[in-house]
Nanobody
Framework: QVQLVESGGGLVHTGGSLRLSCVASGRTLSSYSMGWFRRAPGRGREFVVA????????EYADSVKGRFTIFRDNAKNTVYLEMNSLKPEDTAIYYCAAAELFTGIYKLEGHYRYWGQGTQVTVSS
């Protein structure tokens, strides 16, 4: 099975930027569609963005559209989340996830078979 490890989280001020990375091992990243989710304190895991195996289909949550960008480098077995214009409400633990297929339930946790451990993003006001 594939293992996923996120990195790149940290503390930034409102309006700042971060780039998160998710490195896959055990299997090649190109075998999977990928998603990013986040969990804020006291809330469930929230969909952020998903990308198909080829990168041809990308779907963003309305809350991050225009500010976040997902892209993948299959040669490095890595998917990235570029986060710009960060807001305090973006504060959360961010998780990457992998699925064999990109389907109509890409917004749901149940779509993804494998999950990383998460990386903390904190945006101060």
């Amino acid at each position: 099975q594939v293992q996923l490890v996120e990195s790149g989280g940290g503390l930034v001020h409102t309006g700042g930027s971060l780039r998160l990375s998710c490195v896959a091992s055990g299997r090649t990243l190109s075998s999977y569609s990928m998603g990013w989710f986040r969990r804020a304190p006291g809330r469930g895991r929230e969909f952020v963005v998903a990308i198909s195996r080829s990168g041809g289909v990308i779907e963003y949550a309305d809350s991050v559209k225009g500010r976040f960008t997902i892209f993948r480098d299959n040669a490095k077995n890595t998917v990235y989340l570029e986060m710009n214009s960060l807001k305090p409400e973006d504060t959360a633990i961010y998780y990457c996830a992998a699925a064999e297929l990109f389907t109509g339930i890409y917004k749901l946790e149940g779509h993804y078979r494998y999950w990383g451990q998460g990386t903390q993003v904190t945006v101060s006001s």
